[in-house]
Structure formats: structure tokens, C-alpha cells
């Protein structure tokens, strides 16, 4: 009797796995006839199936969702271009739009400390894909759930919009009254050509709107100027006397001259030169850490910012990139002024 039994439960199993198999192969069937999807057996067995007039990929990486923040009303910052790139290397992004000032959009951008757009904001399923193992370093791990914020600004794509301006803080180089409703943030280079004519620009500024215009000053000595992070160090000790904008305009006017030495002699012979500047205790600022450690913050701040070019600057939150002239400021600084 128990091999009658055995018997009978095998020709069951056997009856259950045929009638799977002919119902595996009638959807297959009814499928093709119809077009309206593929079975799992066709999916395992092909990479690429077409049905009408598509042609579908089968793909070894994961759905990748990515959230991108944006705003419409800005130009520059539409994402469809980056967006294209993107699809090229990750074929399996799954994209969601998100409007800046929506409710989830204020939540991203202040749970994950977005300060530009468009921004790009991965699931952690992009660490699974070829992507991420090339481009690790142009990711940033932000939030509880590990949300990875991708830098397209290191690879090329202009910054639509800052949401936010860089703080200022009490050990800041500033010119010009504190209470004042306009502050230019300057980012310089005292080696750069183009900040020395911006100078001019500013320091304008300052004498025309004085009630109503404070300057605070960063340094950004780039990396191709190899004079430029001693002359910012001297600067920050002129500073601690109060006398930046003296020194600042020596700096320029001999940029040619103290730019082809080497060392620290040639700036603080320069101190000799200013009014009211006690030299002996600016060449011992000058020896000192403090005024390392002040330009080392500045270029982190520039970093921070995505900022890799001098002169920069953030009239309250409007951001300019470059030496523009005197007229664009102003006509910039006037609009603030009217709201």
C-alpha cells in the first residue's frame, strides 16, 4: 500500500509541474500573440525583447531612484541636459522632480544641507551600480537614510541658483558699517589680475553707498598663484590692525613686483610702507598660525560653495562670477535696496 501511495503523490507532483509547464508555455504564446508582455521565461532567457514598435533592454544593475530638485522659473536651472548624461552612464534611473520651495523640496533642502540647484539626489542602490564605483568621490552621504548628493558641479555643470549665501562670523575682514542692509561677499585673489581691477569696483561701492553697503572679504588664493596664500596670510595681519584696505591696495598696485619673489620678506617690508601699521607686531602675526588657519577657513568656505574661480561674489544671496563692472553692481545693489 505505501507504494501505491508513493506512487500516487509522484503522478500528482508530475500532473502539478505539467500543468505549470503547459500554462507557462500558453501565457508565452498568448503573449506573443497578443503583445501585451513578456514571461518569465522569455525575460530570463533574452536580453533585449521588442514588442510592436519598442525594443526592451534588460539591464544587470538596479533601478536606481534619484530625486531632483529644481526650480522652474530659473533658467539655469533646468536638469534635463544633466539628466540625458546621467541616463547615458545609469540606464536604470528612475527620476523624480521635485520643486524647490514644494514641501518635500524645503524638507530635502534642509535635511540634506542643499545649497544649489538643480541638486541630484541618489537612493543608496546607485553604490551597487559601475557608476558609483568610478565616481565615489563626487558623492556626498547626507541624511538618516544615507541619501548620496552627487556633485555635477565637479564635472562641469554650471550652478543654477545658491539657496543660500556663505555665513559670516565675527573673525571676518569686514569694510563698511555692520548693520548695513547690502553685504557684498568678496572671494579674491591678491595675485589675480582680474581682482585687482575688481578692487577699484567695490571700493567704489563702498565710498558711494557707505550707509548702506559693508564689504566682508574671503580668500581665495588659487592654486596657480604661488605668491597668493602668503599675500592673503599678510593681508589677515594688516587686518588685525584695522589697516586691510591700506594694505590690500599696496598688494595690488605692486602685484608684479611682490608676485615674483618667494617667502615673506618682500609683504612684510610692504607693512613698513602703510600709515599707522605697527610692522614689528605684523611680522610676528605674519610668523604665527593664526593667519593660516583664517585663509585655510576661507578656502574651505570657497569649497563648500563650489567655488573655484576669483573674483566671486554674493550680494546678499545673488551670486556673480567674475570681475563685473561697476554699473552691474550697482544696478544689482539698487534692486535690493528698493525692496
Not at 543608496?124 to 556626498?140: C, I, N
Not at 579674491?188 to 567695490?202: I, L, R, T, V
Amino acid at each position: 500500500m505505501d507504494w501505491m501511495n508513493d506512487r500516487r503523490n509522484l503522478w500528482s507532483v508530475i500532473i502539478v509541474l505539467t500543468g505549470l509547464l503547459v500554462g507557462s508555455l500558453v501565457v508565452d504564446f498568448g503573449q506573443l500573440i497578443t503583445g501585451s508582455g513578456f514571461s518569465a521565461g522569455a525575460i530570463k532567457s533574452h536580453d533585449i525583447l521588442v514588442s510592436g514598435n519598442k525594443t526592451w533592454v534588460g539591464y544587470t544593475e538596479p533601478k536606481v531612484p534619484i530625486k531632483i530638485i529644481s526650480d522652474e522659473s530659473c533658467l539655469e536651472c533646468d536638469p534635463s541636459e544633466a539628466l540625458i548624461w546621467l541616463r547615458r552612464i545609469v540606464p536604470t534611473l528612475e527620476a523624480e522632480r521635485i520643486a524647490f520651495d514644494s514641501e518635500a523640496g524645503q524638507e530635502l533642502i534642509t535635511s540634506l544641507s542643499i545649497v544649489t540647484l538643480p541638486a541630484f539626489v541618489f537612493s543608496p542602490a546607485v553604490k551597487e551600480t559601475e557608476f558609483y564605483s568610478q565616481a565615489e568621490p563626487l558623492f556626498r552621504a547626507e541624511g538618516l537614510g544615507q541619501s548620496l548628493i552627487f556633485d555635477m558641479n565637479k564635472i562641469g555643470l554650471p550652478i543654477g541658483r545658491y539657496l543660500v549665501a556663505p555665513e559670516t562670523s565675527a573673525d571676518d575682514i569686514t569694510l563698511g558699517l555692520a548693520s548695513a542692509p547690502v553685504t557684498l561677499l568678496v572671494f579674491s585673489d591678491f595675485q589675480c589680475q582680474y581682482c585687482k581691477e575688481y578692487h577699484a569696483n567695490y571700493k567704489r561701492i563702498l565710498t558711494e553707498y557707505s550707509e548702506t553697503v559693508r564689504i566682508v572679504w574671503k580668500h581665495l588664493p588659487l592654486p596657480i598663484h604661488e605668491q597668493a596664500i602668503g599675500a592673503a596670510e599678510a593681508a589677515t595681519c594688516a587686518a588685525e590692525q584695522d589697516q586691510f584696505l591700506a594694505y590690500a591696495d599696496l598688494l595690488f598696485d605692486h602685484q608684479n613686483e611682490w608676485g615674483k619673489t618667494s617667502g615673506e620678506q618682500r609683504l612684510k617690508d610692504y607693512a613698513w610702507r602703510v600709515k599707522g601699521l605697527d610692522a614689528r607686531a605684523f611680522a610676528k602675526c605674519l610668523d604665527s598660525s593664526a593667519s593660516t588657519e583664517k585663509v585655510a577657513r576661507d578656502i574651505q568656505l570657497a569649497e563648500d560653495f563650489n567655488i573655484e574661480s576669483a573674483p566671486a561674489t554674493f550680494i546678499n544671496q545673488e551670486f556673480i562670477s567674475g570681475a563685473v563692472p561697476y554699473v552691474e553692481l550697482k544696478v544689482l545693489i539698487d534692486a535690493i535696496l528698493k525692496k
